[in-house]
């Protein structure tokens, strides 16, 4: 069976021997521009998926958290609600949801014992931050328990601080915002220094299909803080808080004083806001080929400037061009992941497989397929 929330909910029973009380589903993303400048108070332009996490739970007598995940093999944990820590190595899939569970009870909102049972459609380590969609997942479980609803925005924030509190990545808010605050047939158009959003209608006859390498080089996470790292030093020494206040002009004059390395990471951020504006204008002028010549260049200042990219996202973006595929570009974290392309609407499915077979022919064993943009996270009646 295709994993469902009802899959969430058939886990459960067999796990617990009773039927779920609380059944959630949060969307994964993609991110059509806008890459490396959340944490730099940026706009990006994610959507919502239709490939998710699902979360099917029970309250429990007794105060503890039981998780079960049965994606990539079933695994369980139990922890004390009033001792809920960062779990190591074979267990670390769980920090996702004890964090959520950890920021949501500091901030207040007690839940009082679960045992939550997790399935997913989205593929994990893809670039499509099933990560997110964990925490979201979760959140939603929590809020049905304590009889709250919060709105988008919020729901961000607490699943953002349990990634990087009990998962111990310093991600910016894009993802987290994007899973929760979704939209079907919309990207959102999100400022990341005012965290307000414009829902941003995706033409009809434009289909998105996203390519996973299915590689995931170890230096990711380092390399992630290291970047961010590195804006930090830019805005410093420009004088702004962070990078979106500054100009290109700004960044150019100041070459010398950067430095090369940092020059190159603030030229991507600030060229990268822009392109990110312009992009939403052409989407919204349905000016499609200057659309893609937009992801043709944010891949381009990702792979030079930024120096996140990696042999088989260059390669996938090269394949997509031979094929005539103009909008193309590599998506999320980087050094992996996924590759994401704007395809003609009534040939989606051919253009995947075309994908797939060319990526082959090169050595590359890909996996290629369309996506819908979907709604955030939400409660599911069961
Ligand atoms: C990861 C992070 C996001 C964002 C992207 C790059 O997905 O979780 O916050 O920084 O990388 O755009």
Same mark, same amino acid.
């Given at each position: 069976m295709t994993a469902a929330p009802e899959s969430a909910?058939?886990?459960?029973?067999?796990?617990? %021997?009773r039927n779920a009380e609380l059944l959630a589903t949060a969307p %994964?993303?993609?991110? =059509?521009? *806008?890459? /490396?400048?959340?944490?730099q108070g940026g706009l990006v332009? #994610?959507? @919502?998926?239709?490939? *998710?996490?699902?979360? !099917? @739970?029970g309250r429990l007598a007794e105060?503890? =958290?039981?998780?079960?995940?049965?994606? !990539? %093999?079933?695994?369980?944990?139990?922890?004390?609600?009033d001792a809920? /820590?960062?779990?190591?190595?074979?267990?670390?899939?769980?920090?996702? #949801?004890?964090?959520?569970?950890?920021?949501?009870?500091? !901030?207040? /909102?007690?839940?009082?014992? =679960?045992?939550?049972?997790?399935? $997913?459609s989205?593929? @994990?380590? &893809? *670039?499509l931050s099933s990560s997110a969609a964990f925490e979201a997942a979760t959140a939603m479980i929590v809020e049905q328990a304590c009889g709250i609803s919060l709105p988008p925005r919020e729901r961000a924030l607490l699943c953002q601080q349990a990634e990087h509190t009990f998962a111990g990545v310093p991600c910016g808010i894009m993802d987290q915002f994007a899973v929760n605050a979704g939209q079907a047939g919309h990207a959102l158009l999100i400022d990341c220094q005012s965290l307000e959003f414009v829902p941003t209608p995706l033409p009809a006859g434009l289909a998105m299909v996203v390519v996973d390498s299915g590689v995931k080089h170890a230096l990711a996470d380092g390399e992630y803080a290291k970047r961010r790292a590195d804006c930090e030093t830019a805005a410093q020494l420009l004088g702004v808080g962070c990078l979106r206040d500054a100009t290109l002009a700004a960044?150019?004059?100041?070459?010398?004083?950067?430095?090369?390395?940092?020059?190159?990471? $603030?030229? /991507?951020?600030?060229?990268?806001?822009?392109?990110?504006? @312009?992009? &939403? $204008?052409? =989407?919204a002028g349905d000016e499609l080929a200057t659309a893609a010549g937009l992801m043709a260049a944010s891949h381009a200042s990702l792979r030079d400037d930024y120096e996140v990219s990696c042999e088989e996202l260059d390669a996938l973006v090269e394949i997509a061009g031979e094929l005539g595929i103009a909008g193309a570009r590599m998506m999320g974290g980087g050094f992996g992941g996924s590759t994401i392309q704007l395809v003609p609407a009534a040939r989606a499915a051919e253009r995947a497989a075309a994908l797939e077979q060319a990526a082959a022919a090169r050595g590359l064993r890909v996996s290629a397929f369309p996506v819908i943009a979907a709604a955030g996270a939400a409660p599911v009646a069961l």
């Open positions: 909910a058939a886990s459960f029973r067999s796990w617990q %021997g %994964g993303r993609i991110n =059509l521009i *806008g890459e /490396h400048v959340d944490y332009l #994610p959507a @919502a998926i239709n490939l *998710g996490v699902f979360a !099917a @739970a105060p503890v =958290l039981r998780l079960q995940t049965s994606f !990539a %093999g079933v695994s369980e944990v139990e922890i004390p609600l809920l /820590h960062r779990l190591e190595a074979a267990d670390s899939w769980a920090n996702y #949801p004890l964090g959520v569970v950890a920021c949501y009870r500091q !901030a207040g /909102h007690e839940t009082g014992g =679960l045992a939550i049972a997790f399935d $997913a989205l593929p @994990a380590g &893809a *670039g960044v150019l004059a100041a070459r010398e004083a950067l430095g090369e390395r940092i020059f190159r990471r $603030a030229r /991507h951020v600030v060229t990268e806001i822009e392109r990110t504006r @312009a992009f &939403a $204008a052409a =989407l």
